[in-house]
Every structure is written in structure tokens, then in C-alpha cells.
């Protein structure tokens, strides 16, 4: 059962991911993957949610099955964002790629924490 | 010219297809390896009917990875903190980010991207690549860990997921590049080798 809830999370989680990538950069035109950025962040704050959830009982193993491993793992890409760094710094854009990097990291785990708590809260 | 028409004033290069117009333009090829609306035929992938068809191709890719990955999540859990390093998804990202690099160079780079097939980057990049490999989880598995009074693994774990899936991809990469790359002595030039079936 958990399998078929990770494979339609996946389903769902990958082509939301493509689509929210247009959607951002078409409103932007830069070389800095803001898109990828956005979609990891925000796949992030969800699955510190469901995390929070999970540890405090309020979402079930089926929950996170669904929306953690299939939906926000999908929907969040560590492919995209390692090829994206390695073409900015080939590009000769190499501030851009380590802003990259570190924005990201900081930024995925501040939202994780955000998640956390609030998916803990959730269940107090 | 998008289809919903909020294309005006977005990235549009210079100067038409390709971008060679006045302007200079370094752009030309995809940064981002999902979908780079600097290049033409990426912004044009979502009209029409072979939109639908690029967006289902994503899904049942995104399926696939995401059954992949999570194959490998139960032969090697991450714990939840508690059992120290996420062995599991560490190898996903590391191996995705490897194959990203090579499915790249086969058909994102060097006028490859013209000659693959329509499909090719959204089912296997987008889709398969895409949903093997996960940011979320690697970031909650971080927190996790910190959470559970394991800095020392946390850090380890967070810098050695970035530095290798940079060195994997570079890795991929250049090793793709530089078998496809025309003109060397043993190889036929140009002729594609057949790893498409290892790109998975």
C-alpha cells in the first residue's frame, strides 16, 4: 500500500515541480535557478511539517508515505540543483553557484526547522 | 508568446531562437536541466497536445524515481536521526546526480538537445532523475540529526552530500562529454555510445 501512496506522491510531485519551474521563471529573467530554489525550500518546509506530524502522531505512516516520500521527495531534486551549480560555475559564474549552494542549504533548513515546529505544534 | 499570453516581458532572448540577436547573450544552453525558458524549445515543450504528453511522461517518471528511491530508503533508513548516517539517501543523490551528468551531455549540451528526442530530458531528467533523487528529505534528515545531538554527523552528512553530488555530476558529465567528444582516436567520432540504457 505504501508503495502505490510513494508512487502517486511521485506522479504528482515531479510535474508540480516542472510546472512550478516555469511559473517562476517566467517571471524572472536570470541565469539563478530561483525556480529549483523555490521548489526545494518550499518541499522542505512541507516535509518538516509532516515530519513534526509524524513525531507527534497526528500523520500516519500512510501520510507520510504519500505527501513526505512520494510528493515532497519529487518535488524536491538534488539532480537539478548539482547540474545547475556545475553550469554556473562552467559558465564562469562561479559567486553564483556557491550563493547556490549555500542559499539553498540555509534556506531548506531554516524551512525544515519552520516545519518542524509548526507539524509539532499541530499536535499539542 | 506563451500560451496563456504571461510570456511578454519574461525571459525572452533577444533576437529570436536561439538568442543571437544584438545583445550579447551567453546563454543559449540550459542551465537548469528540468526546464530552462532561455532556450526556445523548452519555453514552446507545454503548448498543445504534446504538452499534456510532456507533463504525463513527467508523472510516470517522477513515479518511478520516487518507487526507486523509496526501494532504497527501506534497505537503508535513515532513522529519523537515530541511527546515525543516511546511508540510503546519500547513495540516491549521489547516483542521481552522476546520471543527471551524463544524461545531460547525451541530450541538454552541444546541439545534442536538438537531436534527442522530445521526451528524453523530461522523462529521464525531470521525471525519473528528478523524483529519485529528493532535497526535502536530505534537509529534514540533517535537522534530524541535529536534533538528536549528532552535529558531527549532521555536518558530515550535510557537506558530504554537496561535495559529492557537485563531484558526481562533474564526474558524469565529463566522462559523457568526453566520450562523445568528435575526432578521438579510438572512438567513432561522434557516434553515441549506447548508455542510454544505463540512464535510468
Same mark, same amino acid.
Given at each position: 500500500?505504501?508503495?502505490?501512496?510513494?508512487?502517486?506522491?511521485?506522479?504528482?510531485?515531479?510535474?508540480?515541480?516542472?510546472?512550478?519551474?516555469?511559473?517562476?521563471?517566467?517571471?524572472?529573467?536570470?541565469?539563478?535557478?530561483?525556480?529549483?530554489?523555490?521548489?526545494?525550500?518550499?518541499?522542505?518546509?512541507?516535509?518538516?511539517?509532516? *515530519?513534526?506530524?509524524?513525531?507527534?502522531? /497526528? /500523520? !500516519?505512516?500512510?501520510? *507520510?508515505?504519500?505527501?513526505?516520500?512520494?510528493?515532497?521527495?519529487?518535488?524536491?531534486?538534488?539532480?537539478?540543483?548539482?547540474?545547475?551549480?556545475?553550469?554556473?560555475?562552467?559558465?564562469?559564474?562561479?559567486?553564483?553557484?556557491?550563493?547556490?549552494?549555500?542559499?539553498?542549504?540555509?534556506? !531548506?533548513?531554516?524551512?525544515?526547522?519552520?516545519?518542524? /515546529?509548526? !507539524?509539532?505544534?499541530?499536535?499539542? | 508568446?506563451?500560451?496563456?499570453?504571461?510570456?511578454?516581458?519574461?525571459?525572452?532572448?533577444?533576437?529570436?531562437?536561439?538568442?543571437?540577436?544584438?545583445?550579447?547573450?551567453?546563454?543559449?544552453?540550459?542551465?537548469?536541466?528540468?526546464?530552462?525558458?532561455?532556450?526556445?524549445?523548452?519555453?514552446?515543450?507545454?503548448?498543445?497536445?504534446?504538452?499534456?504528453?510532456?507533463?504525463?511522461?513527467?508523472?510516470? @517518471?517522477?513515479?518511478?524515481?520516487?518507487?526507486?528511491?523509496?526501494?532504497?530508503?527501506?534497505?537503508?533508513?535513515?532513522?529519523?536521526?537515530?541511527?546515525?548516517?543516511?546511508?540510503?539517501?546519500?547513495?540516491?543523490?549521489?547516483?542521481?546526480?552522476?546520471?543527471?551528468?551524463?544524461?545531460?551531455?547525451?541530450?541538454?549540451?552541444?546541439?545534442?538537445?536538438?537531436?534527442?528526442?522530445?521526451?528524453?530530458?523530461?522523462?529521464?531528467?525531470?521525471?525519473?532523475?528528478?523524483?529519485?533523487?529528493?532535497?526535502?528529505?536530505?534537509?529534514?534528515?540533517?535537522?534530524?540529526?541535529?536534533?538528536?545531538?549528532?552535529?558531527?554527523?549532521?555536518?558530515?552528512?550535510? @557537506?558530504?552530500?554537496?561535495?559529492?553530488?557537485?563531484?558526481?555530476?562533474?564526474? @558524469?558529465?565529463?566522462?559523457?562529454?568526453?566520450?562523445?567528444?568528435? @575526432?578521438?582516436?579510438?572512438?567513432?567520432?561522434?557516434?553515441?555510445?549506447?548508455?542510454?540504457?544505463?540512464?535510468?
Amino acid at each position: 500500500m505504501n508503495w502505490l501512496l510513494v508512487a502517486v506522491g511521485g506522479a504528482v510531485g515531479a510535474p508540480l515541480r516542472y510546472l512550478t519551474d516555469r511559473a517562476v521563471q517566467i517571471r524572472h529573467d536570470s541565469l539563478f535557478p530561483w525556480g529549483t530554489f523555490t521548489v526545494n525550500v518550499a518541499g522542505s518546509l512541507l516535509m518538516g511539517l509532516l *515530519t513534526g506530524a509524524a513525531v507527534s502522531g /497526528a /500523520a !500516519g505512516p500512510q501520510v *507520510t508515505a504519500l505527501l513526505g516520500t512520494g510528493l515532497c521527495g519529487a518535488l524536491t531534486t538534488y539532480s537539478t540543483f548539482s547540474y545547475e551549480t556545475l553550469r554556473l560555475a562552467e559558465k564562469g559564474r562561479g559567486l553564483q553557484a556557491a550563493a547556490n549552494v549555500a542559499g539553498s542549504l540555509a534556506a !531548506g533548513l531554516a524551512a525544515v526547522f519552520l516545519g518542524l /515546529a509548526l !507539524g509539532r505544534g499541530l499536535a499539542a | 508568446m506563451t500560451g496563456s499570453g504571461r510570456g511578454a516581458g519574461g525571459p525572452d532572448g533577444p533576437g529570436g531562437p536561439g538568442g543571437r540577436g544584438g545583445a550579447p547573450d551567453p546563454r543559449g544552453e540550459a542551465v537548469d536541466p528540468d526546464v530552462d525558458l532561455h532556450v526556445p524549445a523548452q519555453r514552446a515543450e507545454t503548448r498543445g497536445r504534446h504538452g499534456l504528453t510532456v507533463v504525463a511522461v513527467i508523472g510516470a @517518471g517522477g513515479a518511478l524515481g520516487a518507487l526507486a528511491r523509496h526501494a532504497m530508503q527501506v534497505w537503508l533508513p535513515s532513522g529519523g536521526g537515530e541511527t546515525g548516517f543516511p546511508w540510503g539517501v546519500f547513495s540516491v543523490n549521489l547516483l542521481g546526480c552522476a546520471l543527471i551528468g551524463v544524461l545531460m551531455a547525451l541530450v541538454g549540451e552541444g546541439g545534442r538537445e536538438e537531436r534527442a528526442h522530445a521526451l528524453a530530458r523530461p522523462f529521464l531528467g525531470v521525471g525519473v532523475l528528478g523524483g529519485f533523487t529528493t532535497f526535502s528529505t536530505y534537509a529534514a534528515d540533517v535537522a534530524l540529526l541535529l536534533e538528536a545531538g549528532r552535529p558531527g554527523v549532521a555536518v558530515a552528512y550535510l @557537506g558530504g552530500t554537496v561535495l559529492g553530488a557537485v563531484a558526481a555530476v562533474w564526474a @558524469g558529465a565529463s566522462a559523457a562529454r568526453a566520450a562523445l567528444a568528435p @575526432g578521438r582516436g579510438s572512438g567513432p567520432g561522434g557516434r553515441r555510445p549506447d548508455v542510454g540504457g544505463g540512464v535510468r
